[in-house]
């Protein structure tokens, strides 16, 4: 879960650089020294508000703004949190994508700030969080909230339609077996982020394996899409100006993007929520909606969606629990963290529950 967010100057959004997350601003500033516009002028730094992983920074140098990001500290998986990834695929995906912001520099030299990093050009707009914005009708205008999740599903699907080819990204996945990997990948993820044993977690994996599905044809797969990944026109709820948090971006199956989005969608009278997306006001799609639409508009067979909704969840569990372990262990002070257990073995108890009927 790493909804790192980069909107418009809100004092809500940009924050004074967290105790134990500062950069070293002589040094970053002597490494930019010619390698960025406006690189001479003074360095200041502030710190998005948003995300739960990846550490994502605001800089200004003079007139100029610019956005860098780097992993959190502490234990990592070993494929998570990748900056030379994420530098790779916005290097080139706004060439078929405009969406993606693009990435301008790469350092993975970890002396500089004590990690590897990048900096990618600063974007402007909106970004929907667990409310919707007063100036989007504050979650009471239903055609607004139709909108928003009209335009998760609608810019999904122009993501999974990129010739990936097209941009050089051929060689970024191997999307045969892929769901096989991310099932035992996630399954060997929880397994090493645990810190309590629960009860179902056995059972829901060993479901997970048996009923892998055949995958459609591959695509460009985000890993992480929801809503407050993506930046919308100030104006105009409808229109994208930005999609974020690609360290995870691979080849494999489009269904899996879906699945995932699908285990952050709580609808009215659900008890348990994530808290992430507003998906419970007025207006806005139901998953089977989300579904549906998704299929019309990619052409894609959809009759499958409850192992990925069922894995979506699992996957969000495991990720949820990650945070949780760092936290355990003092990796992190971030309070926010501090129940992230509870919410994990509730997202496992969810999976297990749409692994037995029949999904979402």
Not at 8 to 20: K, L, Y
Not at 214 to 222: C, G, N, Q, R, Y
Not at 273 to 282: I, K, L, N
């Amino acid at each position: 879960m790493q909804a790192d967010t980069h909107s418009a100057s809100t004092q809500a959004e940009v924050i004074p650089v967290r105790t134990g997350e500062e950069i070293d601003v002589e040094a970053l500033s002597a490494y930019l020294r010619g390698k960025l516009a406006g690189s001479e002028a003074p360095l200041s730094i502030e710190q998005f508000a948003g995300g739960h992983a990846n550490l994502t920074y605001l800089l200004h140098l003079g007139e100029h703004e610019y956005v860098l990001r780097r992993p959190p500290k502490g234990d990592l998986a070993a494929t998570a949190h990748d900056m030379a990834r994420e530098y790779k695929v916005l290097s080139v995906l706004y060439k078929a994508f405009p969406p993606a912001p693009r990435a301008l520099l790469l350092c993975e030299d970890p002396s500089v700030i004590g990690a590897p990093f990048f900096i990618m050009e600063r974007r402007h707009g909106t970004v929907v969080r667990q409310t919707i914005p007063p100036a989007y009708g504050g979650g009471r205008d239903p055609s607004v909230n139709r909108i928003l999740s009209e335009v998760l599903i609608d810019t999904l699907v122009q993501l999974h339609a990129v010739d990936y080819r097209s941009v050089g990204l051929e060689g970024l996945g191997r999307p045969q077996g892929y769901m096989e990997r991310q099932v035992r990948g996630w399954i060997e993820r929880f397994e090493r982020a645990k810190t309590k044993e629960i009860a179902v977690v056995r059972d829901l994996t060993e479901w997970l394996r048996l009923n892998l599905p055949a995958s459609p044809a591959p695509t460009l797969v985000h890993n992480d899409w929801r809503l407050d990944n993506i930046m919308l026109a100030a104006d105009d709820p409808g229109r994208v100006v930005a999609v974020f948090d690609w360290d995870m971006c691979t080849i494999g199956d489009p269904l899996a993007d879906l699945g995932c989005l699908l285990s952050l969608w709580f609808e009215p009278g659900e008890s348990f929520g994530m808290g992430v997306m507003p998906t419970q006001a007025p207006g806005f799609m139901t998953r089977a909606e989300a579904i549906e639409r998704y299929g019309e508009k990619s052409g894609r067979d959809v009759s499958g969606m409850g192992f990925y909704y069922t894995f979506g969840l699992f996957k969000m569990a495991v990720i949820v629990q990650q945070i949780f372990y760092r936290y355990h262990k003092g990796q992190t002070q971030d309070p926010r963290f501090k129940y992230f257990d509870l919410v994990a073995e509730m997202l496992i108890s969810l999976a297990w529950t749409a692994a037995r009927p029949s999904g979402p």
